[in-house]
């Protein structure tokens, strides 16, 4: 017999060595690209989910033969950590400014520590930059609504429209350093945005949003204060959330005697405020 031999299990164990540390090493090599690729998983749907998703969700409402398809996602609500925890929330959404009247709403909003959402002219802002800034470093939202706001002109077709919207870009870029990815339509989606133009602007990344409360406030070129406010409190009284319709443009000088009202109302009403967000229920109504 060979001494030498060795017992027949200790190539086996040999074997059986190589191979735990094979599978050990596989192990961790597995973990660590696991970790990595979750990572890189959870920024692209942070960036990229959202729009399909909500593009999908327009694209998926408008039937062609229905004419107006107003979305409300209502039953949304749970999604909403806000909604969650039973809060009503309130979005006070200016549009058409800046003009001599937005530094007295931006007073009021100081003063109440409420947060609001600016949807500005791009020519206005060209006249008042300083005010815009203003209203970005108190905290509010500067939002796009188009650079000229002529109806014809930027409803002309797709084209039209981005052409105008990304010279509003280009301005705020400069007066903020920032272009703003939340819009309104001019005079809001409904009878204005073809259905085509709405899947365009949704699959560009921005995201668009009408209102649920009409304050009324261009019934007629001024309207009285108490009317401003008696219409947002009324129409707000029954929503969890509210994205409230008000001008800040030129000569709108019966806004600032509404708004204390209006936000004095509100809480009454239970409603907390917010600037406009992911979070925020989107509100579209389109014409197809
Ligand atoms: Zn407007």
């Not at 470093?137 to 077709?157: D, M, V």
């Amino acid at each position: 017999m060979d001494q030498r031999q060795q017992p027949f299990w200790v190539p086996v164990l040999k074997l059986f060595g190589m191979a735990f540390c094979f599978f050990f090493v596989a192990l961790v090599g597995m973990y660590w690209f696991q970790t990595g690729s979750a990572g890189g998983t959870e920024i692209s749907s942070r960036f990229i989910e959202p729009e399909i998703t909500e593009a999908a969700l327009v694209l998926g409402v408008v039937v062609p033969e229905a004419g107006l398809v107003p979305l409300l996602y209502s039953d949304e609500s749970d999604q909403d950590p806000k909604v969650a925890e039973n809060l009503k929330v309130a979005y006070l959404t200016f549009d058409d400014g800046p003009s001599e009247v937005t530094p007295l709403v931006l007073d009021i909003l100081k003063e109440y520590q409420v947060p609001a959402s600016f949807f500005v002219i791009g020519s206005q802002v060209e006249g008042y930059p300083e005010i815009v800034q203003r209203a970005h470093w108190e905290g509010h939202l500067i939002g796009n609504h188009t650079y000229s706001h002529k109806y014809r002109q930027i409803y002309a077709g797709s084209k039209a429209f981005f052409a105008d919207l990304d010279r509003a870009e280009a301005v705020l870029m400069q007066v903020i350093g920032e272009q703003p990815r939340i819009i309104r339509a001019p005079g809001g989606t409904r009878g204005n945005f073809t259905f085509e133009l709405a899947g365009a602007v949704l699959a560009s990344g921005y995201q668009l949003y009408d209102w649920n409360v009409d304050s009324r406030d261009t019934a007629a070129p001024l309207v009285a204060a108490e009317i401003i406010r008696d219409q947002v409190l009324r129409q707000a009284a029954d929503k969890a959330e509210a994205i409230i319709l008000l001008h800040d443009g030129p000569g709108k000088i019966t806004l600032p005697k509404a708004l204390p009202g209006i936000i004095e109302g509100l809480q009454q009403q239970g409603f907390v405020f917010s600037v406009i967000n992911e979070d925020t229920t989107p509100i579209v109504a389109l014409y197809h």
